[in-house]
């Protein structure tokens, strides 16, 4: 299972890196066929409706934008989530101690003040 979702997530970043900006902002080409239903929060529906004001955008295509950038930076991140599981389960990397990793961090930390 874990396998198929990493080649799932590797297939999906892969596509998304053969998008470029204009891809998402080209005027005139529907973004998809279908409406879909986003309920927002008041201060977030506010929000965007204040940057589409600003920029001289429509509401729908900077929300389509975030969304964009958004999966994409997720398909990136799991990407790199999947190579590093990877190379723990090879052996390629060791695993720490998330408690002795903050030990020590703080022990620098403390010896920095210091000097």
């Known amino acids: 299972m874990k396998g198929n979702a990493a080649s799932l997530g590797r297939r999906i970043f892969r596509l998304l890196t053969r998008l470029t900006p204009q891809t998402f902002d080209t005027p005139n080409t529907p973004f998809y066929t279908e409406t879909m239903e986003v309920r927002l ?3 977030t529906e506010s929000r965007i409706q204040e940057l589409a004001e600003q920029t001289g ?11 964009a950038g958004y999966l994409f930076e997720l398909a990136r991140t799991r990407e790199m989530l999947d190579a590093r599981y990877d190379e723990l389960k090879s052996g390629s990397i060791m695993p720490i101690n ?9 022990r620098r930390s403390e010896q920095r003040r210091r000097s």
Request: glycine residues 4%.
């Open 57 to 67: 955008r429509a509401a729908d295509e900077l929300v389509e934008d975030a969304m």
């Open 98 to 106: 998330g408690e002795d990793a903050f030990k020590a961090l703080r």
């Open 41 to 43: 929060r008041p201060e």
